[in-house]
């Protein structure tokens, strides 16, 4: 089956740096790339998804990226502030009959004011 | 609108018993996901509902675990005979459905304790 790992587990910024997340992927039939941002007592929030059919997308201070030579995406959040600070999880999923999520194992960001 | 609903969101149980855990999906969403999170952990799978098809139940742990969704609407995720290793934040996810892959909506979980 499928596996999705992430890197790192845990990552520090200044508030205004730029933040970057990374996970790799296993099965090269997986098409669809999420990220969740999740806080604490609450379910995960999408931010921003990728189809493999595309290389990058934006959404205001959000990007992502996706390598599918390699077999990885990253999660890139620019000017970075203190409400950016939560858990971040990627996940991978394909078309057909199981189109469940598999998740990485989570990044806590914090932004230090 | 009213996004994914699930109750209760916290239950604390001795080990033994049984606990069924509900969710609501957004209105309109034929996709009813069940995951579960472990402390510290990411998601993991439990099952999968898209409309009237079988539910695709190759995530669940053990024959404790059941899952049902009536009416194609609201999802009942039942535990029994419960061990203190059942206890995480039990997710329910929702989505449309079509050819491609549709973004997944999630509750914010019900937390389950084991004594």
């Known amino acids: 089956g499928e596996n999705v790992e992430q890197h790192p587990s845990t990552l520090s910024v200044q508030e205004g740096d730029s933040a970057v997340i990374k996970c790799t992927y296993s099965?090269?039939?997986?098409?669809?790339f999420p990220w969740y941002k999740q806080e604490l007592g609450k379910g995960p929030q999408l931010i921003i998804d990728i189809r493999s059919n595309v290389g990058e997308k934006k959404d205001q201070r959000i990007a992502v990226t996706l390598n599918k030579t390699a077999k990885h995406f990253s999660l890139h959040i620019t000017e970075t502030q203190p409400e950016d600070s939560a858990v971040y999880f990627c996940?991978?999923?394909?078309?057909?009959?199981?189109?469940?999520?598999?998740f990485g194992s989570g990044t806590q960001l914090t932004v230090l004011p | 609108g009213a996004g994914v609903s699930q109750s209760p969101s916290n239950k604390v149980t001795e080990k033994g018993k049984d606990v069924e855990l509900r969710c609501d999906p957004i209105?309109?969403?034929?996709?009813l996901y069940w995951y579960r999170q472990s402390l510290g952990q990411g998601l993991e799978f439990l099952i999968y509902f898209q409309g009237n098809s079988a539910p695709d139940k190759s995530g669940l742990p053990s024959d404790r675990f059941s899952a049902e969704r009536t009416g194609g609407s609201v999802s009942t995720l039942t535990i029994q005979r419960t061990q203190q290793e059942d206890s995480a934040v039990y997710l329910c996810?929702?989505?449309?459905?079509?050819?491609?892959?549709?973004?997944?909506?999630f509750g914010d979980g019900t937390r389950l304790s084991i004594l």
């Open positions: 099965d090269s039939a997986s098409n669809y």
């Open positions: 209105s309109g969403h034929t996709a």
């Open positions: 996810a929702s989505s449309l459905v079509g050819f491609d892959n549709q973004p997944q909506h």
């Open positions: 996940a991978a999923s394909k078309s057909g009959s199981a189109r469940q999520l598999t």
